[in-house]
């Protein structure tokens, strides 16, 4: 179940709203450290992208850019503001690669800057989820790199699982008292500071909610052997089992990532006689697959996860 990596497209906006208007020693250097970001992100991950001889994409990561990071840091030591949001994209690419080792390390850090970005616009309400979410992020990438532990203990990984997914979903969502999962309620609302950072497109709280949903489908996939060790000889009460927990975590993704696609997106992702727009951004395109598998998912057996 390799679906957690096709978050790795939403990282191209984690950047993408840091325009600088008037150029200065410090604007110049951040901005560099946007462009090496921007192109190290293309090298890996679009197909059309032009690729530098002798060193492949996947072996040099994103070396340039956290080189630049650095450099920043030791020029602009007293830019408190800049440097929270450079030690937050760090921690994100390293959550990104799937180095959870090195994204762990960084957790205080990175959970500090968030309380250093400042007041500001819908930039600085992204770069907070994800300082706030940053663990759950990390607990998300384990869970996805270790697929043998839903069989070898079901129950135990659908537990931490569904409460990752949970995690992430409530700090998006403001749930009800129905008792549903987060994001199966239709009368909950979307956060003030969600919606504040919603404007950033794909490297915002889209993205927390795409992780909260593929988590769900992890959890379902541990369900999916709890089942079966509860019913190792009925094989009506397992197929039973299955398909409530299918219905119950498929309806909590689709619900969370939802919230976060316009009305004509979950249109055109549920109708599929519509072909996907080419034009749109791979992000949001990946996300619309997503949904769509999502829903196919809740409503049918027929199940991409």
């Known amino acids: 179940m390799p679906f957690y990596r096709i978050l790795i497209i939403a990282g191209a906006?984690?950047?993408a709203g840091c325009i600088t208007i008037q150029i200065t020693p410090v604007t110049s250097d951040i901005q560099d450290v946007h462009d090496a970001y921007r192109r190290e992100f293309a090298q890996q991950f679009l197909p059309s992208a032009p690729k530098e001889a002798g060193n492949t994409p996947a072996e040099r990561g994103f070396s340039e850019t956290l080189e630049k990071i650095r450099q920043f840091q030791l020029k602009h030591p007293g830019r408190t503001t800049e440097i929270a949001h450079l030690t937050v994209l760090e921690g994100m690419i390293y959550v990104q690669q799937n180095?959870?080792?090195s994204a762990q390390l960084m957790k205080d850090d990175v959970v500090s800057a968030g309380g250093k970005l400042g007041s500001g616009d819908e930039y600085v309400a992204r770069d907070r989820l994800f300082s706030e979410n940053f663990q759950s992020l990390i607990d998300a990438g384990r869970i996805a790199a270790n697929p043998n532990a839903a069989a070898n203990s079901p129950a135990e990984t659908e537990a931490k699982a569904k409460d990752v997914a949970q995690s992430l979903c409530k700090s998006l969502l403001d749930v009800g008292d129905s008792g549903a999962l987060c994001g199966a309620d239709a009368s909950s609302t979307v956060q003030p500071r969600a919606n504040n950072a919603s404007s950033v497109g794909d490297g915002g709280p889209?993205?927390?909610a795409a992780t909260s949903g593929l988590t769900y489908a992890w959890a379902r996939h541990a369900a999916h052997f709890r089942c079966r060790d509860q019913n190792p000889s009925d094989s009506s009460a397992r197929k039973e089992c299955r398909d409530q927990v299918r219905v119950s975590y498929f309806e909590a993704a689709a619900g969370v990532l939802g919230r976060f696609l316009t009305e004509g997106e979950?249109?055109?992702?549920?109708?599929?006689?519509?072909?996907?727009?080419?034009k749109a951004s791979a992000g949001r395109i990946r996300y619309m697959v997503m949904y769509r598998n999502f829903r196919q998912c809740f409503e049918t057996e027929t199940c991409a996860y």
Do not use: E, K
């Open 13 to 15: 906006a984690l950047v």
């Open 99 to 101: 180095m959870l080792s």
């Open 206 to 208: 889209i993205y927390i």
């Open 266 to 278: 979950r249109r055109v992702a549920t109708d599929q006689g519509i072909q996907l727009d080419p």
